[in-house]
């Protein structure tokens, strides 16, 4: 058999509501690049975080520090560590996920 034909009622527990919850072609998707690996999906306050910081490293031009820590609402020395980079580096996603998304 082939994952081809494999429909979400073939499914069990998590892997069906996982299916179920993202379609089956993008479960199907997962299967063929993650399968096997335990998989980490982030919090909607991480993914927000990584947006603002990257915002934060866009906006600023040298001389406008300042005004990024009035218009984010945080503090010079967090802001300071945001643009040199040392505040929470996302992480990088293995190889495994190019090699298979070519498949």
Known sequence: MELRHITVSDLKGEQRDLA????????????????GCNLYI????????????TEIRRRYNGRNLHELVA???????????????????????????????SS
Request: glycine content about 6%; hydrophobic content about 40%.
């Open 42 to 53: 982030y919090k909607a306050d991480t993914i927000l975080r990584i947006a603002r910081d």
């Open 20 to 35: 179920e919850t993202v379609g089956l072609e993008t479960y199907l998707k997962l299967v063929r690049i993650f399968g």
């Open 71 to 101: 218009a984010f609402g945080m503090s010079e020395r967090a802001v300071r560590k945001i643009l040199s980079g040392r505040a929470y580096p996302a992480r990088r996603v293995k190889q495994r996920r190019r090699a298979a998304s």
